[in-house]
């Protein structure tokens, strides 16, 4: 396994843990969901630091171990996934500025991925494929496009929290010079001078 890989694989062992860790302490009901916040804040770094799709991986290993321990739902997995994918592209475009502040502003994009898309997803796919009688019942009274903006309502109050966390763990992370030892496009560089010689 080369050092960039190698350095992914560490880093999303690392977030994983913490989004794990974290999942006890720092969570709140909303209709059948279970929000939360600390998985929004681990999408911003994993986006940032990983890119979309090993930040995905790290939203699915997280939902998935929350779903085993019992302190998830289903909805982990549209309420994670968009948003890391969302956070990872974005970060593509604002990844070459100078200034720290634009530079990790694609991890307050997160709520894009989990909001918009997220719930959008969860209240017209995963509600009626797993059969949540609960939501589907108040899809039945108010109406899809009704219920839609609620659910979005509570969707934002875990993942907004959760992105600025993110973006403001990254300011700090930048400003600490922890980044720099955490660079992965620093590993590649690496390993292409050693690929040389």
């Known amino acids: ?4 890989a190698l350095r992914k694989l560490s880093l999303l062992t690392a977030l994983t843990a913490l989004g794990v860790i974290i999942a006890p302490l720092l969570w709140f009901p909303f209709l059948t969901t279970k929000a939360f916040p ?9 986006g940032v630091l990983l890119g ?6 790290a939203a699915i290993l ?23 994918i969302v956070v ?8 070459r500025s100078r200034n720290p502040f634009l530079k990790y502003s694609a991890a307050l994009a997160e709520p894009i991925g989990t909001v918009l ?27 899809v496009y009704q219920l839609l903006p609620i659910f979005w309502a509570g ?25 720099e030892q955490l660079s992965l496009r620093g ?3 690496q390993a292409r001078r050693t690929g040389r010689s």
């Open 117 to 143: 898309i997220g719930g959008t997803l969860s209240i017209f796919l995963i509600a009626p494929a797993v059969g949540d009688l609960r939501l589907l019942g108040m899809i039945e009274e108010y109406g």
């Open 38 to 46: 600390g998985q929004h804040m681990i999408n911003a770094l994993a």
């Open 88 to 95: 990872g592209l974005a970060y593509l475009l604002t990844r």
């Open 52 to 57: 979309p799709w090993w930040g995905a991986a």
């Open 187 to 189: 590993a590649t560089s």
């Open 62 to 84: 997280i939902g998935l171990i929350r779903n085993f321990l019992g302190i998830g739902t289903i909805y982990a997995f549209p309420g994670g996934v968009p948003g890391a």
């Open 1 to 4: 396994m080369d050092s960039l």
């Open 155 to 179: 969707w934002a109050a875990s993942s907004v929290p959760g992105a600025v966390l993110g973006y403001a763990v990254l300011i700090a992370l930048d400003r600490s010079r922890i980044l």
